[in-house]
């Protein structure tokens, strides 16, 4: 079975702009504020792409930019700014950011109630205490899709490739949570494909073209594919995943495709978040 990420992130916008029609005219709609720093080309079409999904589903979206030549003591006065603004319910903060500027410094200033990509460090302990927290997108995105085809994960053998602070280790931390018995491996793990063998989830996060293949995974495996990889093949361009997604999908009991599959889920998630800050905050009041 093909997991269709665009639909289904396609179906969560739709609930979440239901929602934000409850929201009575007299108040406030969640705002969301997106800091891109630069010209990176990648970014700026991820950016676009949030601000307009947002805008669509009834989110006030707004972008600041920033030449790359911007301090990092004027970025953390902007972010300030932004966390004193009763109308932005999230901030986020686009990164890369340019070599001269920390990034752990300028995310450890945005307001955790409004930390939508969920890596400020009040967050992440959350995350990993149980308690409720702001999740980063794309690992949250993944479990969603993981919840389509899975009704129970009590005791399921899950399998992470990959340890990066935004994917692998929340998704982690999402997997214990549902009970699976989880294992998270990285470059220097021995006998990656032993590991994988076994099991029942597989979430691959490494940016590997084509790394997992056919005689990695069992028959009855879920596998989720986060890696988007540029290649060119045959004399085309292509977007690929971490895994060797023709070679893999028929054997499988499910798989995302690259791209179509936790892509699309990432926005539709950063979107939920800036709903769900946006409650909170309200609830707070
Ligand atoms: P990252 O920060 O570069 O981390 C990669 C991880 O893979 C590291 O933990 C690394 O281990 C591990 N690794 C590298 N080579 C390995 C190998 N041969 N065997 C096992 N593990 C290996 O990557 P990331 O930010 O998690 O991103 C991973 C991929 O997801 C990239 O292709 C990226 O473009 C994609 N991505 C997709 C989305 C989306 O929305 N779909 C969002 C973000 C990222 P060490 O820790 O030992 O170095």
Same mark, same amino acid.
């Given at each position: 079975?093909?997991?269709?990420?665009?639909?289904?992130?396609?179906?969560?916008? $739709?609930? *979440?702009? @239901?929602? !934000?029609?409850?929201?009575?005219?007299?108040?406030?709609?969640? %705002?969301?504020? /997106?800091? #891109?720093?630069?010209?990176?080309?990648?970014?700026?079409?991820?950016?676009?792409?949030?601000?307009?999904?947002?805008?669509?589903?009834?989110?006030?979206?707004?972008?600041?930019?920033?030449?790359?030549?911007?301090?990092? $003591?004027? *970025?953390? @006065?902007? !972010?300030?700014?932004?966390?004193?603004?009763?109308?932005?319910? %999230?901030?986020? /903060?686009? #990164?890369?950011?340019?070599?001269?500027?920390?990034?752990?410094?300028?995310?450890?200033?945005?307001?955790?109630?409004?930390?939508?990509?969920?890596?400020?460090?009040?967050?992440?302990?959350?995350?990993?205490?149980?308690?409720?927290? *702001?999740?980063?997108?794309?690992?949250?995105?993944?479990?969603?899709?993981?919840?389509?085809?899975?009704?129970?994960?009590?005791?399921?053998?899950?399998?992470?490739?990959?340890?990066?602070?935004?994917?692998?280790?929340?998704?982690?931390?999402?997997?214990?949570?549902?009970?699976?018995?989880?294992?998270?491996?990285?470059?220097?793990?021995?006998?990656?494909?032993?590991?994988?063998?076994?099991?029942?989830?597989?979430?691959?996060?490494?940016?590997?073209?084509?790394?997992?293949?056919?005689?990695?995974?069992?028959?009855?495996?879920?596998?989720?594919?986060?890696?988007?990889?540029?290649?060119?093949?045959?004399?085309?361009?292509?977007?690929?995943?971490?895994?060797?997604?023709?070679?893999?999908?028929?054997?499988?009991?499910?798989?995302?495709?690259?791209?179509?599959?936790?892509?699309?889920?990432?926005?539709?998630?950063?979107?939920?978040?800036?709903?769900?800050?946006?409650?909170?905050?309200?609830?707070?009041?």
């Amino acid at each position: 079975m093909i997991i269709d990420g665009k639909k289904i992130a396609e179906n969560l916008r $739709e609930t *979440l702009k @239901k929602q !934000i029609e409850q929201i009575p005219s007299n108040q406030p709609k969640p %705002g969301l504020t /997106v800091i #891109l720093i630069g010209e990176d080309p990648a970014s700026q079409i991820y950016v676009r792409n949030k601000e307009k999904f947002a805008n669509e589903i009834g989110i006030n979206s707004k972008v600041l930019r920033f030449d790359s030549s911007i301090t990092e $003591e004027a *970025l953390t @006065k902007e !972010i300030h700014k932004l966390n004193q603004d009763r109308e932005v319910h %999230g901030i986020l /903060v686009q #990164l890369p950011l340019p070599k001269h500027i920390n990034s752990k410094n300028i995310i450890n200033q945005i307001e955790p109630s409004k930390d939508v990509d969920g890596f400020h460090p009040i967050n992440v302990g959350n995350l990993s205490s149980g308690n409720d927290a *702001l999740v980063p997108c794309t690992p949250y995105g993944c479990y969603l899709l993981l919840k389509e085809v899975i009704s129970d994960f009590n005791g399921l053998n899950a399998v992470v490739i990959g340890r990066s602070n935004i994917n692998g280790k929340p998704m982690t931390q999402l997997l214990l949570k549902e009970n699976c018995t989880v294992t998270i491996t990285h470059s220097k793990t021995k006998n990656l494909k032993n590991i994988c063998q076994g099991a029942d989830i597989l979430v691959a996060s490494v940016g590997i073209a084509k790394l997992v293949k056919q005689d990695w995974v069992k028959s009855d495996c879920v596998v989720i594919d986060v890696g988007i990889n540029r290649i060119e093949e045959n004399g085309s361009k292509k977007l690929v995943g971490d895994v060797d997604f023709e070679n893999v999908k028929d054997k499988v009991k499910a798989i995302t495709p690259v791209p179509g599959g936790v892509g699309p889920m990432t926005i539709s998630c950063l979107l939920q978040n800036t709903l769900k800050a946006y409650q909170k905050i309200n609830s707070q009041k």
